[in-house]
């Protein structure tokens, strides 16, 4: 068979006329297109086979909204008066058929809403504002969740600009349709760099759920307020806060939400002491160097790794290494042990923690090293809320997880030219918004923020 007679063919297949009442084995054809084309509340009028522009062949299915779906604003859905005509008929790019591409075509009014003014009606099978149906779209956000946006832009044969439209739109109709703010007790709050020039997000955290509930651009007590903001009376239902030190941060939070227990993230802690133990190391070598000590300055220099890394993943050559700072250098390996004790306390937790904190607090104060007395002052500054983090067990973890998660994002889609493009994405990934893949249900043991 030529390529025009299988064209001929194709066609005489695809071809459907709604006035047409075809039923075969009991099933009506226009019953069939609607499976095909994933759509609802639409009837078809006619399908057909196109050449495109490109010279491909493309199925076009002309349809209409059922008469209840008719002259409805896309806002509100309320049904409104007829305006006008707009800009005539239109196409949303559907799901492929196989390796055919798909097109609905439909009228596209304008009606006036006694709220939003006069706008392009509603239609059942597309969001507002879009090209793509709600199946193409649902897919397209689904694998954008799993995949780069150039790899889902190769596959649905679309773009990498419009892959993310389409993830902002089902983003925002999913934030629509759930409260992402409600019952919650326990909450994380951090901070994260998206580009150079001093960005930064505020990013809230579920601790029960592991899920993004909130995120907005910013680094400063508005941004920390505007959430509470959003969150109005039910911030008297949470309990415990985690964070990092940041004071500011503090301050808006024991104003918004006086009877939440405030714990000091651990990581947080931990890294206080590995910035002073480095600072130790960085200081003891420069004087090495003044001394004309050059080869033991060179030896300590490569000694940071194996200071401050955990004891348990240092490789052989850094366990030799500290051996010999043991031996040489008692101020920076006595640094190091102060490290590792305070490491302990966020093991042990309750009282005993307590106690090794205290111990810690004072060992670093007698010390005599510059460093770790400033992190003795540190520590005990900040003593009230590392014992609620040892009482309460409550730490950064999830929202340091989500901080990977987001740079792996910004990394794989090569940075974001706005962060609400991020924000979509973070949500759509770790906020419990991607949509399930056209014609399956969710399933209810699955999480997104996993």
């Keep these: 068979m030529g390529v025009d007679a299988t064209r001929r063919a194709l066609s005489t297949l695809l071809t459907y006329r709604g006035k047409r009442r075809d039923r075969r084995h009991g099933v009506r054809a226009s019953m069939v297109w609607k499976l095909l084309l994933g759509v609802e ?13 490109d010279g491909c062949e493309q199925v076009v299915a002309r349809v209409r909204p059922t008469k209840r779906r008719q002259l409805r604003c896309p806002r509100c859905r309320t049904a409104c008066r007829r305006v006008d005509d707009g800009e005539g008929r239109r196409r949303w790019r559907g799901l492929d058929l196989g390796t055919v591409q798909v097109y609905l075509e439909a009228a596209a009014p304008r009606v006036g809403c006694a709220r939003h003014g006069v706008i392009v009606a509603a239609v059942p099978w597309a969001r507002h504002a879009s090209w793509f149906t709600r199946a193409f779209e649902d897919q397209a956000a689904w694998l954008a969740a799993h995949t780069s946006r150039s790899t889902v832009a190769e596959v649905l044969r679309s773009s990498w600009r419009a892959i993310t439209g389409i993830v902002t739109r089902v983003v925002a109709e999913a934030r629509g349709g759930i409260d992402r703010l409600a019952g919650l007790t326990r909450i994380g709050i951090d901070e994260i760099s998206y580009r150079k020039g001093q960005r930064y ?24 307020a505007a959430f509470f903001d959003d969150l ?14 940041a004071e500011w941060m503090h301050d808006v939070i024991t104003e918004r939400a006086p009877q939440a227990v405030i714990c ?23 004087d090495l160097r003044r001394q004309g000590r050059g080869q033991d300055a060179a030896a300590l220099k490569g000694s940071r790794w194996a200071l401050l890394k955990n004891p348990q993943d240092l490789t052989g050559t850094q366990r030799t290494t500290l051996a010999s700072v043991k031996k040489t250098n008692d101020p ?16 042990l937790k309750g009282p005993e923690g307590r106690r090794l904190l205290s111990g810690v607090i004072s060992w670093a104060s007698h010390s005599r090293i ?20 040892l009482d309460h067990g409550l730490s950064n973890a999830r929202s340091e997880a ?22 979509a994405m973070v949500e759509l990934t770790r906020g419990g918004l991607c949509p399930p893949l056209p014609g399956r249900a969710a399933r209810p043991s699955s999480r997104s923020a996993a």
């Design 332 to 347: 920076l390996y006595r640094a190091y042990l102060m490290k590792e004790q305070l490491r302990e306390v966020f093991a």
């Design 370 to 389: 510059p460093e770790m007395v400033a992190l003795a002052r540190t520590l005990r500054h900040f003593s009230d809320l590392i014992q609620n983090t």
């Design 41 to 53: 509340h639409t009837v078809i009028e006619s399908v057909d086979l196109e050449v495109g522009p």
């Design 264 to 286: 000091l993230d651990a990581f947080h802690v931990v890294a206080w002491a590995t910035k002073a133990i480095d600072a130790v190391r960085r200081r003891i070598t420069g």
């Design 232 to 245: 109005g009376a039910r911030a008297a239902a949470v309990t415990h806060v985690s964070c990092d030190g």
């Design 402 to 423: 989500t901080n990977t998660h987001i740079r792996l994002l910004t990394r794989v889609a090569y940075g974001f030219h706005t962060p609400e493009a991020l924000i």
């Design 201 to 224: 997000l505020i990013i809230v955290t579920d601790h029960d759920t592991g899920r993004v509930v909130w995120a907005r651009p910013g680094r400063d007590q508005a941004t920390i």
